[in-house]
């Protein structure tokens, strides 16, 4: 049983916390926030995550799994400090190392010899070297020569499935200068089986930009190619089969659709584009897939208005808040943007999501909201399918024609089939899905 502090409890924090606790080691999850302390202490979790809730319960009730605002509780006796706090967008669209730096700092504190100091956290490339040189400089007098590692491993957990994705990785990425330090935190995932690979720091943080970066072009390139299909008569979704038959290249992320949003994707997209501008390149593609998506989200307004007219007065119902399915985070949601353009055109918006209900109406406060997608569509001028829970696949459209005002339906997911959908009487409009016209 090793004994390790996690420093922040939010999806990486509390996610990976808990998955170590579960694996049997001695986890104390750390936070300065004593409200979300209060309420995990409490057993309320801060976050959906599906299957997360049942494993906090049983860690907590074992004994494995403690949470405290206290770094001189957690960190004296911790073999392992992982640092998995947030790291927002600045206005450059540079990573902000604040929390980074604030933890590093506190940490030094309270290290004991030989413990390993991990970045979970998505940081910037030369973020170990920085970790390493805080906790050096915020040593106590008298501990100057103790030997503190600092290990990069970088998350790769999708929300929605984190708590999968953790225990059956496809692979552990550890970057150190000292390859004994990254074989020590090692042993914390042997159990998982899955391939470990050793770096320097540089090169693991840059894996995950890296990987993240790609996939977001992915489904940029895809997009791309669905407003060329909407011009040209073709059907995205059997181009996406069709190359994704290809090993070289995957049918993963190339789903056409809204773009993508979340945590993750919208951020390090981002920042890798500002490191690389800053480092003298010219990261013209990683720009050209930030601009990609965020056309995706125009062109739903530029179609209700190509069907309806002016929007003004005119009720528009988003079924789905949340970025994906199976997760209420609304950071970056396509939802957001498009409620923010339509409410600017003088549409009425109004909403349903079966998890983020309480999130929208933070962030959406001038939206109205339904307790069911039926209810949200009743009385509409349109509808705009924005997140594809698996409750929204089986709706009936015949009875949401017959509940709607005017049947106009945009499919921002492409969940629906174009001929049952206009069979049933709805202005159907899909993304990169051509005439819809099945073949004879």
């Not at 420093?7 to 080691?25: K, P, Q, S």
């Not at 400090?81 to 700092?105: H, K, M, W, Y």
């Not at 991990?118 to 490339?125: F, G, L, Y």
């Not at 009720?315 to 949601?333: C, H, I, Q, S």
Request: proline share 4%; with cysteine.
């Amino acid at each position: 049983m090793k004994q390790i502090c996690v420093v922040g409890t939010g999806y990486v924090g509390l996610v990976t916390g808990t998955c170590l606790a579960d694996l049997g080691n001695r986890v104390i999850c750390l936070d300065i926030d004593e409200a979300k302390i209060a309420r995990l202490q409490n057993g309320e979790l801060t976050i959906y995550e599906p299957g997360l809730e049942e494993l906090v319960a049983r860690n907590v009730s074992s004994g494995r799994l403690t949470f405290t605002t206290s770094y001189a509780e957690a960190v004296p006796d911790a073999d392992f400090c992982f640092i998995a706090v947030n790291t927002p967008s600045g206005t450059e669209g540079e990573a902000d190392l604040g929390q980074v730096r604030a933890a590093a700092a506190s940490l030094a504190a309270h290290l004991k010899d030989g413990a390993i100091v991990i970045n979970k956290s998505t940081v910037p490339i030369g973020t170990a070297d920085r970790v390493d040189h805080i906790i050096t400089r915020h040593l106590p007098p008298g501990r100057e020569h103790v030997h503190i590692g600092v290990v990069s491993n970088p998350e790769f957990l999708r929300e929605g499935s984190a708590v999968a994705d953790f225990m059956r990785p496809d692979r552990v990425v550890l970057g150190a200068t000292k390859r004994s330090d990254a074989e020590y935190v090692a042993t914390l995932y042997i159990s998982l089986q899955a391939p470990i690979l050793i770096t320097d720091p540089r090169t693991a943080e840059m894996i995950k930009y890296a990987s993240n970066a790609f996939l977001a072009t992915k489904i940029s390139f895809i997009n791309e190619v669905a407003s060329i299909c909407d011009k040209l008569g073709a059907d995205v979704r059997q181009v996406a089969d069709g190359m994704g038959r290809d090993p070289r290249i995957g049918r993963s992320f190339l789903d056409a659709g809204l773009g993508w949003g979340g945590s993750c994707f919208p951020k390090d997209v981002k920042a890798l584009a500002h490191m690389g501008a800053v480092a003298g390149c010219h990261p013209l593609l990683l720009r050209t897939v930030i601009e990609i998506n965020k056309d995706q989200r125009r062109k739903v307004i530029q179609r209700l208005r190509d069907t309806l007219g002016s929007l003004e007065g005119l009720t528009v119902t988003l079924l789905g808040l949340a970025f994906k399915p199976n997760t209420d985070d609304m950071r970056e949601a396509p939802a957001l943007e498009i409620a923010h353009l339509l409410l600017g055109e003088g549409a009425r918006v109004r909403a349903y999501d079966p998890v983020a209900m309480s999130r929208g109406r933070e962030v959406l406060p001038d939206c109205t909201y339904a307790n069911d997608a039926y209810e949200a569509v009743t009385g509409a001028d349109a509808v705009v399918l924005v997140t594809d829970w698996n409750e929204f696949k089986n709706l009936d459209l015949s009875r949401v024609r017959s509940l709607m005002h005017r049947p106009v339906f945009i499919d921002g997911r492409n969940v629906y089939d174009p001929v049952k959908a206009r069979a049933a009487g709805l202005i159907y409009h899909a993304i990169g899905r051509g005439s819809g016209e099945a073949i004879k």
